[in-house]
């Protein structure tokens, strides 16, 4: 089939536009997503003793320009950079940077070291932190002591433990 010019400009002009509307529709789609305040209330969990490094950038060898301790309820904002979110806390008179590996949208309850069982039919990973690299495998049966427990982790004196894999313990004396 042979076009003429005027229908070949017309195709292009066409396919231009189609291009240039769903361009439209991507960026105020983007803009209409992104919210002024990409905040969220957060917990710390990490172990008792221990604490979270707060970095003046986003990098493990940023200045620590202070720390938070476990339970800690802080602000961050959702825009994560190289792992680290931009958190707002009080104490702290410029912006800080806090690990992903120790924030928790659930908010932790403290057990005091119960006795907590390991309920599986395989074994399960106790891990350095929430999803993080496995420190050891538990067996069915094992005992852990749980500082803080939320819906989805606990902090055990293993490491953090999906909750789902373990069950109370009731002490008999």
Known sequence: MIHNNTTTKKRVVTILCCVILTALVLVFNFCACAKSDDTLTVWILCKPGDYVNVRATPSTNAEQIGYLDPCDEITIDVNAKNGFFPITYPTFERE??????????????????????????????????????????????????????????????????????????????
């Open 96 to 173: 800080g940077y806090v690990s992903c590996r120790y924030v928790s949208t659930e908010k932790p309850e403290w057990k005091n070291g119960q006795v907590y069982s390991v309920s599986s039919n395989s074994r399960v990973a106790a891990r350095r932190w929430m999803d993080g690299p496995r420190v050891s495998w538990l067996v069915n049966g094992t005992e852990v002591q749980v500082f803080y427990y939320t819906p989805t982790w606990c902090v055990t004196n293993r490491g953090f433990i999906k909750t789902e894999y373990l069950e109370y313990a009731e002490v008999v004396e």
